[in-house]
């Protein structure tokens, strides 16, 4: 099977489905992961007309972003995912990038990978970039070569359930028994995400996540999906 992963920044796929991923790879599935947003927020606009200043503060940011990526790296290594694009669109600004261009973005993905199924955030998302890319994803897989069968969405803790009305309905649960550990060794690449529990990109949570949706699937710890689509040939 072939697995196209899209999602708005780094982090947001080991989040949503880093255990989901390996349990893919380890049934020789190909998985190719594309990150669509850069991760980083260029503060250049906010700061005054100072060239030193801003000069500065676009070095600060592009070391950031080539940070980020390393890390990115790092932990798709460890997830054996197959191939990695980044496409740097601008970070919690995706809706000021008209549409279209996103979406064939998308469209030459597909084209590139032929996936099978595939995962992106969910469309009710707190974050901008995780809704913009949904409605891209969806529209980039609009029924007309139906080379996608199957569409699915991921939640990314911290911007899933701090929207509301919460509207995440799971109804595909992912065994990631034997795969929450590496996960959670992946999410610890992110040192700048990773934050100390209550919050809910914590190593604790992660867990009790795994452990919650285990809960509702009869698993020791599992991974949830909203089924947004699927087309039987
Ligand atoms: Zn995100």
Redesign the pocket.
Known sequence: MKILVIA??PD?EILGMGGTILRHRSKKDVVNVAYLASGITSRKRSIDNFDSELEKNEKKWKKQISELRKNALSASKLLKVNNTDFFDFPDNALDSIPLLKIIKVIENLIKKYKPDRIYTNHYNDL?I??RTVYNATLTACRPLNNIVKELFCFE?LS?TEWNYPYRFNPNYFVNIKNHLDKKIQAMKFFKTEIQKFPHPRSAENIKSVAKRWGTVSGFNAAEAFEMIRKIEK
């Open positions: 708005a920044h947001d974050n970039d995780h990314v911007s």
